[in-house]
């Protein structure tokens, strides 16, 4: 059990634990019950405090697996990390028209102990394990904005694997579907 | 019997005996190497490097001699502090057209010599990996295959250069800690590996791991993630510019040839490994192709990491690379049985455990592509996924247990498992 709080005003929970460097990983779940105490859903966040890696080309990858940092060395000072939280569905709200059904993965990233830089050089890749190989479209969000872009995305020859630009520190939502 | 029908008796056995006696490269002989009869180890040499064994004309004879130990940084990886890696010479030459060179006995009545040569380099590795869940032995098993198959396709795609020695494998989150691979019961989990380079000695603090599905999807995806944390290698279908990224031309467009896609000498791995035996090189018939987060050519990075004999001088062992033989050896024949992997399978037998079955919502395709949680009635004290449910709403569970309950969007009460969809295995 950890510590949480609540804040009126946006309606959202915080709740803080600490990530062993050596592990480098933690996750976070979330229990809804009833006034009885009778479970009505669960949910869970994992987050993965990745290292940013100054010796070469690194992929920095959530605790699933399914979206990866692409990074180069420059870009973050030694010692930063970076943030990549594996989410059901981001906290602010989808695009209009956009229902969580066509949501196949959201992911988040922040950056620690360094800028909130985006060089060019860097790309998120995530995982769309759809066999038909549908189009696709990878929404971002910046860190405290309010406009999602559609970063298109490039399905990766041969792999399940959708490639884009990284657009910086906020949320990356895979949709099952072109958008807009 | 008496003394002289004794005598009798080992002078017989004498006469069948064949003394095998083992080099280096300088002639001189060689303690405690390891000697092949036919792929099987028939024994050590003594102090002055021969070995006597009973042969027949036409065996196949082979040498190794242990040259250097890595000291594993994890636990559980031998006594003391354990090992992770074993560099030998061997006296086996792998050709240009990848076929393996050993001794024939040709007159059984004579000395067999094998030269040792650190041209003739051989690395086996040391693994541990662990099953976060409680698995059968059926799963272990299918495990513990896939580690033999990924051994071979190591051994061809190094040129017969690296293989995997010893592997420690576990249920239940035993070894957990210890595991360079470790085995997830989320069925979402894509294969990945937290750091590059990171088998031989940690990344500051921590130790990365290769993460993987419940069941690994194949062989050679292990290879591909080992080259990322054991080679340091990194992906060559991921970076700069437009692309489309790539290792080689001809993987990427050639329709015809042995560097082709899925070609007996296509490279790399690291690209897709379904697709390739080898690893790429600066060999002009098929060179690797720039602009990829692999800076440079694979074997170009394997041949200048701690893999590599660079403390001694001369080298104990060199590694040989497409671009130091001058060409991209053929597709080799099978590991020698001996140096198959020795495989430790340690399964913790809880009770009530399921063999994996396939759960299907009862809301079926409408709670498609949701998250799949587990309250275990007693494996652990904390809920859990198993993954997302499919485009029907079902998904096959792995490692639950009577008791357990199923909690996913579409139930309104958590579904127990019972034994009407589980098969029992302990």
Not at chain 1, 144 to 169: H, M, Q, S
Not at chain 2, 184 to 213: C, E, K, Q, W
Request: proline share 7%; charged share 15%.
């Amino acid at each position: 059990m950890v510590p949480i709080s609540n804040d009126q005003a946006s309606g959202l929970y915080t709740a803080s634990f600490t990530i062993a460097p050596e592990v480098g990983e933690g996750s976070l779940v979330v229990e809804l019950v009833d006034d009885s105490g009778r479970l009505l859903d669960l949910h869970g966040v994992a987050i993965a405090a990745r290292e940013h890696a100054t010796s070469g080309p690194m992929s920095r990858s959530a605790v699933d697996g399914n979206f990866a940092v692409f990074t180069t060395p420059q870009g973050l000072p030694p010692k930063a990390q970076i943030l990549i939280a594996a989410l059901e569905l981001p906290l602010s709200p989808l695009p209009a028209g956009v229902e969580a059904s066509v949501v196949l993965s959201v992911h988040s990233v922040t950056l620690v102990g360094g800028g909130d830089a985006a060089p060019a050089e860097w790309s998120v890749v995530v995982r769309d394990a759809r066999t038909n190989a549908s189009p696709s479209s990878l929404l971002f969000l910046p860190s405290g904005g309010r406009e999602w872009t559609n970063l298109g995305g490039t399905r990766i020859r041969e792999r399940p694997l959708v490639a884009a630009k990284f657009a910086g520190p906020g949320t990356y939502v895979l949709l099952n579907r072109v958008w807009p | 019997m008496t003394r002289a029908t004794v005598l009798l008796a080992a002078l017989a056995m004498n006469a069948c005996a064949t003394t095998i006696l083992v080099r280096n490269n300088f002639g001189t002989p060689v303690g405690q190497a390891d000697v092949y009869i036919n792929g099987s180890r028939a024994g050590a040499t003594d102090t002055s490097g021969k070995l006597t064994v009973a042969l027949n004309n036409g065996d196949h004879l082979f040498a190794r001699k242990q040259m250097y130990e890595y000291v594993a940084y994890r636990g559980n990886h031998g006594p003391g502090q354990g090992w992770v890696a074993r560099a030998y010479q061997t006296s086996l030459v792998i050709q240009n057209d990848g076929s393996r060179v050993d001794s024939t006995v040709a007159n059984r009545m004579v000395t067999q010599t094998l030269n040792l040569d650190p041209n003739n380099a051989l690395i086996g590795l040391h693994i541990v990996a662990s099953v976060y869940a409680d698995a059968s032995q059926d799963e272990l098993s299918a495990i513990r295959d896939r580690f033999v198959a990924a051994s071979e396709y190591l051994y061809n795609l190094t040129d017969g250069q690296f293989l995997i020695e010893q592997l420690e494998l576990a249920d239940d989150g035993q070894l957990w800690g210890s595991a360079e691979i470790t085995f997830h019961i989320d069925n979402t989990i894509t294969p990945f590996t937290t750091y590059i380079g990171a088998f031989l000695g940690p990344v500051a603090l921590s130790a990365p791991i290769i993460r993987m599905p419940p069941t690994t999807p194949d062989s050679q995806t292990l290879i591909h993630e080992f080259g990322h944390l054991g080679f340091g290698l990194a992906d060559e279908y991921l970076g700069f510019g437009a692309g489309p990224q790539y290792c080689t031309q001809a993987r990427f467009t050639a329709t015809g040839g042995p560097f082709m896609s899925g070609g007996a000498q296509a490279s790399c791995a690291m690209d897709h490994e379904r697709y390739s035996s080898k690893l790429c090189s600066n060999q002009p018939n098929n060179p690797h192709h720039g602009g990829t987060y692999q800076f440079g050519a694979c074997w170009d990075t394997i041949r200048f990491s701690p893999f590599n004999d660079a403390t001694s001088n001369p080298p104990r062992w060199i590694l040989q690379t497409p671009d130091t033989r001058g060409a991209i050896p053929g597709m080799l024949p099978p590991i020698p049985a001996g140096l198959r992997p020795t495989i430790t399978v340690m399964n913790r037998t809880l009770h009530d455990l399921c063999q994996p079955f396939v759960f299907t919502d009862p809301s079926g395709a409408a709670v498609a592509n949701t998250v799949v949680w587990v309250r275990p009635s007693f494996w652990v004290g904390f809920d859990f996924t198993i993954g997302k449910l499919d485009y029907k709403g079902a998904i096959e569970a792995h490692g639950l247990h009577l008791g357990d309950k199923i909690v996913t969007l579409g139930s309104t009460v958590p579904v127990p498992v019972t034994a009407s969809m589980c098969t029992v295995t302990n």
